[in-house]
């Protein structure tokens, strides 16, 4: 823990350093602020206290993913065009990671309340021959509509029970600040990349 | 026996009077069941079912808000959080539990500036929820009492065509509507729970989107009647807001289920 | 859709990066050959330093540029919704860019980087956006652009075409938002620069639709049926009735030359543009890289523009008009020109 700690106030550090550019719409960038070791920064989202269940049924709220820099997308497992598309997508973006990819926490989170629970979670882990570093959450309407207002992800429920929704990928810092974000299936994650490289050297 | 009776009777009536206005419960509408068709329609999101719930009356007052402020210091102006609420948060009460002297005549003003997070956190309090953007927008159709103020489009449409008053009017100072809600149209615009459900930019200029890429499970939106420019209007506004905005006309009321 | 922009625009950087290394200098024959097919590459890119763009109400043209290599160029426009006068004795709410109808002229050179801001007032009644045709990038900056009332938005584009470009809102419902003023100019220049003239002006038409006859008396308010029929009560320059009437006309002195940015909002009419006494020496057809000379009357498509070059010869009031002339005469679609100086018998005398 404390090296995490370490690991957090030296890249909270570097990113107070490095970002001091101002927001784009076109590239995406999200400038955050940095917030002192030990404590949840103002701004994180991490201080959202809803609780999730993972794929292995255990019960977590998002804090716990503090410590090292998160990728987050949300999806529904039963979407036969978009969501597989997208994890494949953060599935390639943990390739180009190489070895760093172990440092990194990979969290996708459905919409589907009422269909995707802890058991079709984990088959869908295993269908997508995903990592162990990938955790998949379920959650309750509210708490997915609040992940989603603030990952700035759009999703509607249709009447058969499945969504239309927008395709984020999100960068978090160790300490749940939004770093990053890039939109769109088969995107260019380059800067998405590098985003995340500069966390890990941090 | 009788006269002891009778004045029994007069002082509990009395005593009800007095609980029932020293009460600060907010009253709720029944908004019967219906069939809700969406403005902008999906394939999957043709004309839906909708029980029935029920909606408070008015938008939450600037008074009311107080209370909960009062109740859960995390919301006030000071505490706030920048994640939930952004720096305009009740930025024009006088302080943190004192909406001022000066802002008298808002105390029976819909609370504006105020977030989304606020807004649910509010309702979540009172045992009620935020109404979906469905149950909004299907408790809003309902036309006017007296249908001498005009139709709902038109009143509407003269609503926007005026800038915002320097002084936000009273609840219940607009129309009540057939459900008996007051100030659906005219007053404010208001937070739904669902608001970042608008699959789309604010660019909305052929009615359609093609970008499989990035809409899943849809192809081609449409929507239920092009010269609603009252309805666009609206779905543009919800679709460029984000969780912590606090704006001049933003507000909110709440729902609750039907048991 | 981002992706490809901004693989776009760090291939101009580095395109422009070598054209400057190896010494070429990316020339601007503007003009000269629009048959030829337009080059990105030719574009020089390299910033050069960052400006605040000069912004100017009309009928005011901001002043031409003087710097020759690209600068990240800094553009705010501020949405403002107000109650303003359309004709002197009819009011009407009008959505702007800047608070006048129509919005700030915005002047920039080619292979600029812009860094637009968009702030939308705090008592808006409604969201708004911006497409910029001069934009090479979704919705032309809208999808970029959606903002909430007290709420700002940025984003930042290359100005890759010379023209002028008409810019709008589009947020739903578009056509309301152009219809109560929502629109303006862009200019592009030409690397090599605008050619010089002494005179430059900004017209813009729109048409207006109001629950009341063309000048009824008080707050109108928009009519969506005579809009969707197509059927104006107002065609207006520069927003108001007589804007360009009286103290309004535009002025110039015989011997000048006189240059017209000319755009048309819409929502719905074409302009057949023409100003009574005069010949356009040139006409920048469409507002593009190809050029008419000697033209009476161009059209003026709705969300387009064009530039008119003219020379001031013999003194007296000319009339900008839409010469669809019934909206001249009846609807407002009118203005001035006032040239003063020595008379010019040789040209034009009247006899008896």
């Known amino acids: 823990m404390k090296y995490h700690l370490l690991l957090f106030a030296i890249s909270a550090l570097s990113l107070a350093a490095c970002n001091n550019g101002k927001q784009s719409a076109f590239t995406g960038d999200v400038v955050s602020t940095a ?80 269909r995707d629970f802890p058991d079709q979670l ?31 992800v759009q999703y509607q429920k249709n009447q058969d029970g499945n969504f239309s929704h927008s395709n984020v990928i999100t960068v978090l810092d160790p300490s749940g600040n939004l770093i990053y974000q890039k939109e769109g299936i088969q995107a260019n994650h380059d800067e998405t990349l590098k985003k995340l490289n500069e966390l890990l050297k941090g | 026996m009788k006269h ?57 007052t600037n008074a009311e808000f107080l209370e909960f402020v009062k109740a859960n210091p995390q919301w006030r102006r000071s505490k706030v959080s920048k994640l ?28 504006v500036y105020v977030s989304w997070f606020a807004a649910k956190a509010y309702a979540q309090w009172k045992g009620k929820r ?7 927008e299907y408790a809003g159709t309902a036309p006017l009492v007296n249908s001498r103020e005009g139709t709902l489009t038109s009143y509407i449409l003269n609503w926007y065509s005026k800038p915002n008053p320097k002084v936000l009017p009273n609840i219940k100072s607009t129309y009540k509507n057939t459900f008996g809600l007051f100030d659906m149209h005219g007053l404010i615009w208001e937070w739904t729970f669902d608001f970042n459900s608008f699959i789309k930019s604010g660019d909305s200029r052929a009615n359609t989107t093609d970008e499989l890429q990035l809409f899943c499970a849809s192809s081609t939106l449409y929507v239920n009647n092009k010269s609603d420019y009252a309805s666009f209007l609206r779905f543009s506004y919800r679709g460029s807001l984000k969780g912590n905005f606090c704006i001049a006309n933003l507000g909110f009321r709440c729902v609750k289920d039907l048991k | 859709m981002k992706t490809p922009f901004s693989k776009k625009l760090s291939s101009f950087i580095s395109l422009g990066a070598i054209a400057l290394l190896v010494g070429l200098q ?109 934009v090479t990038g979704p919705g032309g ?27 709008h809102c589009a947020t739903a419902p578009v056509p309301l938002h152009i219809a109560n003023g929502m629109y303006g100019l862009i200019l592009v220049e030409p690397q090599s620069g605008m050619p010089k003239v002494d005179k430059e002006y900004y017209v813009m038409q729109g048409d207006f639709y109001t629950k009341g006859k063309y000048g009824a008396a008080g707050l109108q308010d928009f009519d969506e049926d005579k809009a969707l029929a197509e059927n104006p009560d107002y065609v207006l320059f520069n927003g ?12 110039a002195k015989t011997g000048e030359t006189v240059r017209l940015y000319v755009g048309n909002g819409g929502p719905n009419m074409v302009s057949s543009f023409h100003v009574i006494g005069e010949i356009f020496d040139k006409v920048y057809t469409e507002a593009g890289s190809s050029i008419n000379t000697g033209v009476q009357t161009t059209l003026i498509p709705a969300g387009g523009a064009t530039i008119v070059d003219m020379k001031a010869e013999v003194p007296g009031t000319y009339l900008l008009v839409d010469h669809s002339i019934f909206r001249a005469f009846n609807k407002g679609a009118i203005g001035q020109l006032k040239i003063t100086g020595d008379e010019n018998p040789s040209v034009f005398k009247k006899l008896k």
């Open chain 2, 4 to 60: 002891f009776l009778i004045l029994i009777f007069t002082l509990l009536t009395a005593l009800s009077a007095v609980a029932q206005s020293v009460s600060t419960e907010k009253k709720m509408v029944r908004i019967p069941a219906g069939i809700y068709t969406p403005f902008f329609k999906l394939p999957g999101t043709e004309p839906t079912p909708m029980p029935a719930f029920l909606m408070d009356e008015t938008a939450v």
């Open chain 3, 240 to 251: 108001k009735v007589r804007a360009l009437v009286g103290q309004g006309a535009l002025t």
């Open chain 3, 141 to 167: 900056g809208a999808e970029a652009s959606n903002t909430s009332p007290g709420q700002s938005t940025n984003f930042q584009f290359r100005a890759l075409h010379p023209g002028v470009f008409v810019y």
């Open chain 1, 122 to 152: 984990a088959k869908y882990k295993k269908d997508m021959k995903l990592d162990d570093n990938f955790t998949l959450l379920h959650g309750s309407d509210d708490a997915v509509r609040t992940l989603s207002v603030l990952l700035n």
């Open chain 1, 35 to 114: 917030a002192p070791v030990g404590t949840i920064p103002e701004e994180s989202i991490y201080n959202l206290t809803d609780t999730f269940t993972t794929q292995d049924n255990k019960t977590i709220q998002l804090k716990d993913f503090s410590g090292k820099p998160t990728v987050m997308v949300m999806i529904f497992t039963h979407c036969d065009y978009a969501c597989p598309r997208l994890t494949a997508d953060v599935k390639e973006l943990e390739g180009r990671l190489g070895k760093n990819a172990d440092k990194v926490n990979f969290v996708l989170t459905s919409f589907d309340a009422e």
């Open chain 2, 84 to 111: 939930l609420a952004d720096t305009n948060y009740l930025k024009y009460w006088k302080s943190d539990l004192e909406i001022g002297e000066k802002n008298k005549e808002l105390y029976n003003s819909p609370v």
């Open chain 3, 26 to 134: 990316p020339g601007c024959k503007q003009g000269t050959d629009p048959s030829a097919p337009f080059d990105i590459s030719k574009i020089d890119t390299v910033l050069t330093g960052t400006v605040d763009a000069e912004l100017t109400e009309a009928p005011n043209v901001p002043k031409p540029l003087t710097y020759t290599s690209p600068k990240r160029v800094k553009v705010t426009l501020k949405v403002i919704e107000k109650v303003m006068n359309i004709s002197d004795s009819t009011q009407y709410t009008f959505w702007t860019f800047g608070g006048h109808v129509p919005g700030n002229f915005i002047r920039v050179r080619q292979g600029d980087l812009v860094d637009f801001t968009l702030i939308n007032s705090e008592d808006s009644k409604v969201s708004h956006n911006i497409d910029l045709h001069a």
């Open chain 2, 130 to 136: 935020l109404p979906t953007v469905a149950e909004w």
